[in-house]
């Protein structure tokens, strides 16, 4: 073609009439030679676009919808509730009628705590906490009891063995020397046929004043007289007497007052036979772990 174009500006008007009849039946050649190839393409483009729509509205779960407006509320009528997953703005309040969160929900003790509770306890009492040796439940340096003593003990008899003192010593004297965090006295078995629940409180009082003054910062805690077996049962009245009065004492003092009478007795209000070490008044193992068990869940209400 670019011979032809070289003659087309060269020849005469004749020559230039047969330069142009080739141009336009070659153009006319081309056009026929595309025009199919394009229709296929748009055809094909369009099935895409047919089929594309077809998958889109059957698929499953298919486009969800468009959202409606919100229409503003008809006067008498409730408002349309929150999508699930929305939270209310800050600063907005429940509902009239709705239950509000409590601002701080007390959690039961761990057994972690309840361990860090009683690892700083010093143990004061009769053959019922000196048991707590026996079966391996607190260390000696931790327990000090005496069989058969009684409340007038803590003051008047030198019982208490101190890792690096040489002989006994009090109650008071020992507690000066050792500082514990927090002590649990446990007397009364051996005293309800001694005095009356108002002597005994007397002398309780006494005996919580003197730990007092020997160690200031230590926490007193008081345990509940147990409950005797069946065959103790003519004590029940009298334990039931003395633990209204150390109830008492302790809230007058400001002390926690451990009623584990709660957890030792049974409906009946005597010693549960599984905590009985076979003679009505002394605890067994199962008997004092549950003591234990029943210190450890109550820190916090035990130190009033």
Same mark, same amino acid.
């Given at each position: 073609m670019k011979h032809?174009?070289? #003659?087309?500006?060269?020849?005469?008007? &004749?020559?230039?009439?047969? =330069?142009?009849?080739?141009?336009?039946?070659?153009?006319? $050649?081309?056009?026929?030679?595309?025009?199919?190839? @394009?229709?296929?393409?748009?055809?094909?483009?369009?099935?895409? *676009?047919v089929l594309a729509g077809l998958y889109l509205a059957h698929r499953p779960g298919g486009r969800a919808p468009a959202p409606e407006s919100a229409a503003a509320p008809v006067a008498g009528q409730p408002a349309a509730p929150a999508a699930?997953? #929305?939270?209310?703005?800050?600063?907005?309040?429940?509902?009239?009628?709705?239950?509000? /969160?409590? +601002?701080s929900v007390p959690q039961p003790v761990t057994?972690?705590? $309840? /361990?860090?509770?009683?690892?700083?306890?010093?143990?004061?009492?009769?053959? #019922? =906490?000196?048991?707590? =040796? +026996?079966?391996?439940?607190?260390p000696p340096e931790r327990v000090l009891a005496e069989p058969g003593?009684?409340?007038?003990?803590?003051?008047?008899?030198?019982?208490? @063995?101190?890792p690096g003192v040489e002989g006994y010593v009090?109650?008071?004297?020992a507690l000066a020397i050792m500082r514990p965090a927090r002590v649990l006295m446990s007397y009364g078995t051996n005293d309800t046929e001694l005095y009356s629940a108002e002597e005994f409180a007397a002398r309780y &009082?006494?005996?919580?004043?003197?730990?007092? @003054?020997?160690?200031p910062d230590t926490l007193i805690l008081v345990n509940a007289v147990p409950p005797a077996g069946i065959a103790g049962a003519e004590k029940g009245a009298g334990?039931? /007497?003395?633990? %209204?009065?150390?109830?008492?004492?302790? &809230?007058? +003092?400001?002390?926690?007052?451990? #009623?584990?009478?709660?957890a030792l007795?049974?409906?009946? $209000?005597? *010693?549960?036979?599984?905590?009985?070490?076979?003679?009505?008044?002394?605890?067994?193992? %199962?008997?004092? /772990?549950?003591?234990?068990?029943? =210190?450890a869940a109550r820190p916090v209400a035990s130190a009033v």
């Open positions: 032809k174009y070289r #003659n087309y500006k060269r020849g005469n008007a &004749a020559s230039r009439a047969g =330069i142009n009849a080739d141009f336009s039946r070659a153009r006319k $050649g081309r056009g026929a030679a595309w025009l199919p190839a @394009a229709l296929l393409v748009v055809l094909a483009a369009l099935a895409l *676009l699930p997953g #929305n939270t209310a703005a800050p600063g907005n309040t429940a509902a009239p009628g709705s239950a509000a /969160a409590p +601002e057994d972690e705590a $309840g /361990a860090a509770w009683l690892e700083g306890m010093v143990y004061l009492g009769d053959s #019922n =906490i000196k048991n707590l =040796i +026996e079966y391996g439940l607190a003593i009684g409340i007038d003990s803590v003051l008047g008899y030198p019982y208490a @063995a101190v009090t109650v008071p004297e &009082a006494e005996a919580i004043a003197a730990i007092r @003054a020997a160690s334990i039931a /007497a003395f633990n %209204a009065a150390l109830a008492e004492l302790c &809230a007058k +003092e400001g002390l926690g007052f451990l #009623n584990s009478c709660e007795a049974g409906e009946n $209000g005597l *010693l549960r036979e599984e905590y009985q070490a076979g003679d009505n008044f002394h605890l067994s193992a %199962a008997g004092l /772990a549950a003591l234990l068990e029943y =210190i």
